[in-house]
């Protein structure tokens, strides 16, 4: 069974770097049929896609989020994380690292989910 | 860059069939995913590539696509079936999923 754990501080100052990571179990982030994604919920609101990082390491992002957010991998720890630059009040959300599963060429689905981290941005 | 549009809200008896939209100029090409979000849970992936069910979801939950709508149909609504449900897929041409606003179902 995979299992997929976000850590990191609850609560990040104005302006500061916020950084998430996702520790995977019962799967690998090197795995050729997987991609490794986070996604964020502001409170009350809808989904968010945030970027991915494939097998490869290869990153990729939303095109409405600014160049602020960087995700990078870690095959030793099998771990994958965020790191949000500058952050404003804006970028408080409940944090999800998720798998999404390749079939073809195709991104497919996100098949599993962390339970999500709360971040508050304050000053 | 694609949009999902999804109504914001759905409310439909118990022992009815609801019907949750997903919009897009794109959706004809692409495969769509359903999920389902109960309060203070994390998503949960409900329906894959169109119309498949994921392991466990029960037989009431089917999904389809036509022209450039897809739809998620809960039938035999269930008080336990009160979530936000969200549609997404992936925007290849610029490498990113993109998620639906997300629908409110509320069992009456």
Not at chain 1, 50 to 74: A, M, N, V
Not at chain 2, 6 to 16: L, M
């Amino acid at each position: 069974q995979v299992h997929l754990q976000e850590s990191g501080p609850g609560l990040v100052k104005t302006s500061q770097t916020l950084s998430l990571t996702c520790t995977v179990a019962g799967g690998s982030i090197s795995s050729v049929d997987h991609y490794w994604t986070w996604v964020r919920q502001p409170p009350g609101k809808g989904l968010e896609w945030i970027g991915y990082i494939s097998d490869t390491g290869s990153t990729s992002y939303s095109p409405s989020l600014e160049s602020r957010f960087t995700i990078s991998g870690d095959t030793s720890q099998n771990q994958f994380s965020l790191k949000v630059t500058s952050v404003t009040a804006a970028d408080t959300a409940v944090y999800y690292c998720a798998r999404g599963h390749y079939s073809g060429h195709d991104h497919g689905p996100l098949d599993y989910w962390g339970q999500g981290t709360l971040v508050t941005v304050s000053s | 860059s694609n949009v999902l549009t999804q109504p914001p809200s759905v409310s439909e008896a118990p022992g009815k069939t609801a019907r949750i939209t997903c919009g897009g100029d794109n959706i004809g090409s692409k495969s769509v995913h359903w999920y389902q979000q109960k309060p203070g849970q994390a998503p949960v992936l409900f329906i894959s590539y169109n119309t498949n069910r994921a392991s466990g979801i029960p037989q009431r939950f089917s999904a389809s696509k036509s022209g450039n709508t897809a739809t998620l149909t809960i039938s035999r609504v269930e008080a336990g079936d009160e979530a936000d449900y969200y549609c997404h897929m992936w925007d290849s041409g610029a490498d990113h999923g993109v998620f639906g606003g997300g629908t409110k179902l509320t069992v009456l």
